[in-house]
Every structure is written in structure tokens, then in C-alpha cells.
């Protein structure tokens, strides 16, 4: 079956505390909540960008622990194609470890699992999919060699490619030539320039320095101050939306999902980008990540579409 959108990447479970605060080093403290959750930035934005109407299909490895089912059957649910993932044996499914405290900030641990045998062989069965698809998705949480072999095989194949740089890793010149769109936060932004970044101004010329390093196109996510785009030169801001925060685990899966989304129906990157700024906000109302991830209806109502 031919797939609009590829999004090659982790597929973890998340082990989600919510915590009155988190603890400081050597503290012992009470959480108020557990639960597990479907999760993993690769499945988060699969799952987004699925339930948003999108032609998707997730590419990746999974364990072959009782884990697993968690993520597969969410995949399934939001619609997502599961032709691409491969089981590995007797390897533990990717889990990340979540803190949520009472302002809906997160502290997270990633454990790779599966996710760190996603390989070059991995990309090169993608390839005749890549060839009919129009957006690859990509992230860090799969090995860097792999991301960098899956940018020029996108290339290759005349797919636009979506990167977002979580967790932050130094990208080559090499690498960036090969994006068309690079999502970075703030943090991350901050890690990738070398700049603070802690306003529209600053993420301005982050962004600006990340397109002189060869991205086409970079999105510097500013939370609930919003984003800074820019593209060819030009720049533009987006504010955020003013919502009660209950957890922003996967927030930015979430608008990765979106923009995919508004960029496979023709959308320019302003237009995308504020589509993609409603998602993310309606995300951050909800627990968890992938069900927090909205629907399309619900996006275009909170947009007055």
C-alpha cells in the first residue's frame, strides 16, 4: 500500500509518575499517579498525524516483549500502517520514564530497546516506499548513523524530509543539506547554534543560523509563546495558544504530526505551521502522549474552521 507519510523512528512504552514536583538529587518523594502509556517520538508522531487524517505508516523495530502490544495496538487504533515495523527478537521494546508535575512539565528518561537496532538495512527496505511517498519523518531517538543514511535515501527518492533533533545531537552540514523542515525547541535550538534562546527575537536568529548551516526550512518551537519559522530568507512568528496545561509529554510529537499533515495537503510552511501550533496546543489539555494526540475536527474547531 503507497503511504503519503513514512515516519521512520522509536516506539517506546512510557512509564508516566505525576509528582507535586520533582524530586531534587538524593530525594524521596510520594507520586500521586501511575500509568502506562503508548509512546516513543517516531509512534507519538504517527499516531498524530494519522488521527489528523494523514496516509501514514510507521517504520521502526519493537521488542518481542509483552510491551510491544501496547504500541502496536495504539498504531492500529489511530490508523496507522504497521507493514514497515519489524519485531526483533529477544530485545525489550523501547520505554521512556516520565515525570509530570503539577504545571504539566516533564522530565523524561528514554531507554532505547528495539529501537537502538534500527539499522541502514532498515532504510533500504523503505526504499520503494520512499519512492511513492510524499514526507519522511524523522527524530534521535534511533541511531544518528541510521537518521543520516535515511536523510539521503529520502533525497534519493524525492521524499521531503521532517526532521526533529530530539534529544539534541550535533547535525553535520551534510545532514542539513538534506532537510527540508528542522523542528527544533528552544533547548534544542540552543544546543544546535550555541545561542540562548528565550524569545521570538532569539529564536530568529537561531533559526537564521540553522539555514545558513543548510537546512531549508527551520521551526523553533517557543511552547506557549509559540514559534519562529523561516524559509528562503524570510521569517515570521506564530503566538502560542493560551491553554490549561495538563501534561505537555509528546507536545511537540504532536505538532511534528500536523505540520506533516498540512505540508502533504499543499499547505505553505506559515499555513502549516499554524496548524500544526493549534495541535500541539490541544495536545498539552490531555494526558499522556499518543491519547492526547486530537482529531482533525477537533483542530479545525479550536482553529473556527
Do not use: W
Not at 146 to 157: D, F, I, R
Not at 273 to 302: D, W
Request: some cysteine; proline content about 5%; glycine content about 12%.
Amino acid at each position: 500500500m503507497n503511504r503519503d507519510i513514512i515516519v521512520l523512528g522509536s516506539m517506546n512504552v512510557d512509564f508516566v509518575v505525576r509528582v507535586k514536583r520533582r524530586p531534587a538529587v538524593g530525594e524521596t518523594i510520594h507520586g500521586s499517579e501511575f500509568s502506562i502509556f503508548p509512546g516513543g517520538k517516531g509512534a507519538n508522531q504517527a499516531v498524530a498525524a494519522a488521527k489528523l487524517g494523514g496516509n501514514v505508516a510507521m517504520a521502526g523495530r519493537i521488542g518481542d516483549d509483552v510491551f510491544s502490544k501496547v504500541v502496536l495496538d495504539s498504531l492500529a487504533a489511530a490508523g496507522v500502517g504497521g507493514e514497515l515495523i519489524v519485531t526483533t527478537p529477544n530485545v525489550p521494546t523501547g520505554s521512556a520514564f516520565i515525570t509530570v508535575d503539577d504545571t504539566g512539565d516533564n522530565s523524561i528518561i528514554v531507554i532505547a530497546g528495539a529501537n537502538g537496532y534500527c539499522s541502514k538495512n532498515d532504510v533500504d527496505t523503505l526504499r520503494p516506499y520512499l519512492e511513492k511517498a510524499k514526507i519522511l519523518m524523522l527524530q534521535h531517538e534511533i541511531p544518528m548513523e541510521t537518521v543520516e543514511y535515511a536523510v539521503q535515501a529520502a533525497k534519493q527518492c524525492g521524499a521531503m524530509v521532517l526532521l526533529d533533533p530530539a534529544p539534541p545531537v550535533s547535525l553535520p552540514r551534510e545532514l542539513l543539506s538534506g532537510v527540508d523542515v528542522l523542528t527544533p525547541n528552544a533547548h534544542e535550538a540552543a544546543f544546535l547554534t550555541g545561542r540562548q534562546v528565550v524569545d521570538v527575537e532569539s529564536a530568529r536568529l537561531a533559526a537564521a543560523d540553522l539555514l545558513a548551516a543548510g537546512a531549508k526550512a527551520v521551526v523553533v518551537k517557543l511552547g506557549a509563546d509559540g514559534l519562529v519559522y523561516a524559509q528562503d530568507g524570510k521569517f515570521g512568528s506564530i503566538p502560542g495558544h493560551r491553554v490549561q496545561a495538563v501534561d505537555t509529554t509528546a507536545a511537540g510529537d504532536a505538532f511534528a504530526g500536523g505540520l506533516a499533515v498540512a505540508l502533504c495537503e499543499g499547505k505553505s510552511l506559515e499555513e502549516a505551521c499554524r496548524f500544526a501550533n493549534a495541535v500541539g496546543a490541544l495536545a498539552v489539555t490531555r494526558k499522556g502522549a499518543q491519547p492526547s494526540m486530537p482529531e482533525r475536527r477537533e483542530v479545525e474547531g479550536f482553529l473556527g474552521n
